[in-house]
């Protein structure tokens, strides 16, 4: 018995035993599958991510030491990069103006092993930034990205594979002033209700304060919209509506 303290591992179990089966039933073994339980493949979510808002994003990237970090926060919350995703992204990834960045891999770490496979939707895509985030990407590459084309965007602030995560929820903790924000919840910045909308962010200073004039709702080369870094505009759409849109 599997018990009910795991429903994430009970549920890739029950998908195994789903996907056995149904080869049964196509090779003739067997003649329906029994593997029919609703919804035991997709368990509800333990907790649901803060959603943090346009001015709170800003004000995190603002606040967050060292200043090397900060664009990391900003590709995490406006292009839905995940954390293994912006951890092994490389120079040779990142597109003339700091347009697109292709995302094509995904580093993981277990133990004292790391390993780099393809990112968690087992497909690359390519993200379209969002204008007002190009300049301080672009500032970041030059000032702390070395030139060589495998050279990590995110090195780790010391001697490692990759940017540890705890190092950088230690940073992240202090910054964002929040117990209920960690570090993967600024994906969710589009999930904000008034993240589907156009908006303008004015009086702190920040050049990371959202510009509606800069960020049009299409999607389509060069332009950033709905998509939000998903490969599909209902992927975006349903990201934008929250976690309760999700399948």
């Known amino acids: 018995m599997l018990g009910t303290d795991h429903s994430r591992r009970n549920s890739h179990a029950y998908g195994l035993l789903h996907a056995i089966c149904a080869t049964a039933v196509s090779d003739g073994l067997i003649v329906s599958n029994p593997s029919t339980i609703t919804g035991v493949m997709n ?57 697109v960045v292709m995302v094509s891999r995904a580093a993981s770490h277990r133990g004292k092993g790391c390993r780099v496979d393809m990112p968690k939707s087992g497909k690359a895509r390519a993200v379209v930034l969002p204008p ?15 030139k060589e084309p495998d050279a990590l965007v995110f090195p780790a602030l010391r001697y490692a594979c990759h940017f540890n995560d705890s190092v950088f929820a230690k940073h992240f903790a202090k910054a964002v002033g929040r117990d209920d924000v960690r570090i993967d919840d600024p994906r969710s910045l589009r999930g904000h209700p008034g993240g589907t909308r156009r908006q303008r962010h004015r009086g702190d200073g920040s050049s990371r304060a959202l510009h509606a004039e800069g960020l049009a709702d299409v999607s389509g080369p060069g332009v950033w919209g709905p998509r939000g870094g998903r490969r599909t505009v209902g992927a975006g759409r349903r990201r934008q509506q929250g976690p309760e849109s999700r399948p």
Do not use: N, T
């Open 132 to 146: 007002h985030i190009r300049e301080d990407l672009k500032e970041h590459l030059a000032r702390y990205v070395d």
């Open 43 to 99: 368990p509800p979510r333990q907790r649901d991510p803060a959603i943090l808002s346009v001015a709170e994003v800003a004000a995190l990237a603002d606040a967050i030491k060292p200043d090397r970090v900060k664009a990391l926060v900003l590709l995490s919350a406006w292009c839905g990069v995940r954390w293994g995703e912006v951890i092994e992204l490389r120079r040779k990834d990142i597109g003339k103006g700091a347009e």
